[in-house]
C-alpha cells in the first residue's frame, strides 16, 4: 500500500513510500481510507513547529474516514462495510482527559491516516452519519469535536445568548454550524469581508471584520448592548486572547483552542479576576463527545462545509494552500 512518511521536517519533504497492508489483530479493524481532512496542527506538524522531537518516520494527518475491510479475532463493534472515521484520540473513549489518552493522538504519538489502510483498535472508531459522504465525515474528528467540545461540555451557554467566533476555518464554522441549531446568536470575525458574507449566509446573526475593526472586542460588547458575550471560541493565541477577555461577559467563558497568532504571554490576570470568567483549554475531545454530536449532526442533517478537496497525492498542494489561509471551512483529501 501507499503511505506519506515525514521523514525530514518540511512540506516538500514529505516522502510517498510503500509498506505493506497489515493484518488486524484482536479486537482490531482494517480499514480502507476513503479521505482525509487537514488542521492547522498538521500544517505545523509536517513543518516542525508543533513538536521538533516527533518520532520518524510518522504518518501524518489525524482525521480520516473510510470502510472496514477486514475485522480481527473478538471485534463486535464494526463489521466488513460499515462506513468509519477514526477518533482523534484512540484511547479516550469518555471521562476526563488523562495523559495516557493524550500519547494516543493519531499522527502524533502514532501513526496518522495519511496511507490507503491503516490499522484502528475497534475502540478508536465511530460509524458516519448516514448522510455524509466521505469527504464530509472526513472533516470531523478534530474540528467538529473541538467545536461541540467547547460550547456544549464546558461551561454551556443557554440558548439566546451569545457566542464569539474567531475566524471562519474549520472549527468556527463548525461552531457557528452547531450554535445555530442549538439557538445561540453568534457573532463571527474575519479580516475578508467575503468570507463574512459566506458566514451570514450561512447563519450567523452578526459579523466583525477585525482589520477595519481592530477593537473587536469592544464592537462585540456593543453587539451585545455593552454586556459581553456569553462563550469566546478562542483559536487566535497570544495576540487575540486578550481581547477575548475583554469581550466576554461576567461569568462569561473563553474556550482556548488554538494559537494562530502565536504563543508569546500576554496575558494578564485583571480581566479574569473583575469579571469572574472561565478559561478552559479545548484539546479536541473523548470517543462519546464524537458520538453524542454525531447524533446532532444526523437529527439536523448538518453538512460540513468543505471549502477545497484536493487528490489524497496532492498533500502537498494541499498543505500549501492551508499555509495560505485564504479557505473558508475545511480543507480535504479524497482517496
Not at 518520532?55 to 474516514?65: A, Q, W
Not at 489518552?101 to 475502540?123: M, N, T
Not at 463527545?289 to 494541499?318: R, S
Request: charged fraction near 20%; include cysteine; hydrophobic fraction near 45%.
Amino acid at each position: 500500500m501507499k503511505a506519506f512518511e515525514i521523514q525530514e521536517f518540511g512540506i516538500d519533504n514529505l516522502a510517498l513510500v510503500e509498506r505493506q497492508v497489515p493484518r488486524p489483530g484482536p479486537n482490531q479493524v482494517l480499514v480502507r481510507l476513503a479521505a482525509a481532512s487537514l488542521n492547522f496542527r498538521d500544517y505545523l506538524m509536517v513543518n516542525g513547529h508543533y513538536n521538533p522531537k516527533l518520532k520518524r518516520p510518522m504518518v501524518p494527518l489525524s482525521d480520516g474516514s473510510g470502510v472496514v475491510e477486514e475485522v480481527g479475532p473478538d471485534v463486535i463493534r464494526f463489521k466488513k462495510g460499515d462506513r468509519v472515521a477514526g477518533c482523534f484520540f484512540q484511547s479516550w473513549i469518555e471521562g476526563p482527559p488523562a495523559r495516557e489518552k493524550a500519547a494516543s493522538a493519531l499522527a502524533g504519538d502514532i501513526d496518522g491516516v495519511l496511507s490507503e489502510y491503516r490499522i484502528f483498535s475497534e475502540e478508536g472508531l465511530v460509524a458516519i452519519p448516514g448522510h455524509l459522504s466521505f469527504v464530509e465525515a472526513a472533516a470531523l474528528p478534530c474540528a467538529a469535536v473541538t467545536a461541540w467540545h467547547a460550547l456544549f461540555c464546558h461551561a454551556p451557554i443557554t440558548p439566546g445568548d451569545t457566542v464569539l467566533l474567531q475566524g471562519t476555518g474549520g472549527v468556527s464554522i463548525f461552531a457557528l454550524q452547531f450554535a445555530l441549531v442549538a439557538g445561540l446568536r453568534t457573532i463571527i470575525t474575519s479580516s475578508s469581508d467575503e468570507k463574512l458574507a459566506r458566514a451570514k449566509a450561512l447563519g450567523a446573526h452578526e459579523t466583525i471584520n477585525y482589520k477595519t475593526t481592530p477593537d473587536w472586542d469592544a464592537a462585540a460588547k456593543k453587539l451585545t448592548g455593552g454586556e459581553g458575550v456569553g462563550k469566546v471560541i478562542e483559536v487566535g493565541g497570544s495576540q487575540t486572547l486578550p481581547l477575548s477577555l475583554r469581550a466576554a461577559r461576567p461569568y462569561g467563558s473563553v474556550s482556548v483552542i488554538g494559537v494562530l497568532s502565536g504563543v508569546a504571554p500576554a496575558v494578564a490576570p485583571t480581566a479574569l479576576m473583575m469579571n469572574s470568567l472561565q478559561v478552559q483549554g479545548i484539546y479536541v475531545g473523548s470517543r462519546s463527545m464524537f458520538e453524542a454530536m454525531n447524533k446532532a449532526i444526523a437529527f439536523h442533517q448538518i453538512k460540513p462545509v468543505v471549502d477545497k478537496t484536493f487528490a489524497w497525492t496532492e498533500i502537498k498542494e494541499a498543505l500549501h494552500c492551508m499555509e495560505g489561509q485564504q479557505h473558508f471551512g475545511k480543507i480535504c483529501l479524497s482517496f
